[in-house]
């Protein structure tokens, strides 16, 4: 069955500093692969998402998400946070022809601290 | 802009009472979901509603039903609520049930089952 791993429950950053998050996937098919914001009280919002082409994909708010196959991994980064950069962060997977197929990880709570 | 629209935003619920969470959408959106998110589990796929007039179970069904009562609204009942379904709960929806769209969610119902 298909999974999606984010190993780190919590990352803790000071502000202006870079940040990493790291998600793996289960798969040796290909996959559309999307990372989700959930700020406080909110819903979940598209950061960005990988179909095909370029390996590195740019979302909103200075996001960037590099696709590598062969590590199965969609690493989620950004050189320099800011305090409202502060939220859950969910990486998810879609195999298959269908939205309803969309698997979510576990979620990374990013922290910036001043 | 209102987008996704889930009512009400909080609601605490004793064992064996029944309830119904409602979820409107004003995008024109074909699709439609309800997911749960509980602690260190991310988000999962409770029922969806691929298309108007249809509904089918996704990943944690048991103990809700729900009604696709036209395009824009999606609404999932608890017959005879549980602890065990105290839970943050999401609708969300998109344009059509393809592997690659971007879902648009509400902000959440937060529900307490004593």
């Known amino acids: 069955a298909q999974s999606v791993t984010q190993l780190d429950s919590q990352v803790p950053v000071f502000e202006e500093a870079p940040v990493e998050l790291r998600c793996n996937y289960s798969?040796?098919?290909?996959?559309?692969l999307f990372w989700y914001v959930q700020y406080p009280n909110q819903g979940l919002q598209l950061l960005l998402k990988?179909?095909?082409?370029?390996?590195l994909v740019k979302g909103i708010n200075g996001f960037e998400a590099e696709f590598n196959k062969s590590q199965t991994s969609f690493h989620l980064r950004k050189p320099s946070v800011h305090i409202s950069d502060t939220a859950e962060y969910f990486c998810?997977?879609?195999?298959?022809?269908?939205?309803?197929?969309?698997?979510f990880g576990s979620g990374t709570r990013l922290l910036v601290r001043p | 802009n209102a987008g996704v629209t889930q009512t009400p935003k909080f609601q605490v619920l004793k064992t064996g009472q029944s309830m119904t969470l409602q979820c409107a959408q004003d995008?024109?959106?074909?699709?439609m979901y309800w997911y749960r998110q509980d602690p260190g589990m991310g988000l999962r796929l409770i029922y969806y509603?691929?298309?108007?007039?249809?509904?089918d179970k996704g990943e944690v069904p048991n103990g809700y039903n729900v009604s696709r009562l036209n395009k824009r609204e999606f609404s999932l009942r608890l017959e005879s609520a549980a602890p065990s379904q105290t839970s943050v709960y999401f609708c969300?929806?998109?344009?059509?049930?393809?592997?690659?769209?971007?879902?648009?969610f509400g902000s959440g119902t937060q529900l307490s089952v004593l």
């Open positions: 969300a929806s998109s344009e059509a049930a393809g592997a690659n769209e971007k879902l648009f």
């Open positions: 798969s040796s098919v290909s996959v559309y």
């Open positions: 990988y179909l095909s082409g370029s390996t």
């Open positions: 998810a997977v879609s195999k298959g022809d269908s939205s309803y197929k969309l698997i």
């Open positions: 995008m024109n959106h074909n699709s």
């Open positions: 509603s691929a298309s108007e007039g249809t509904t």
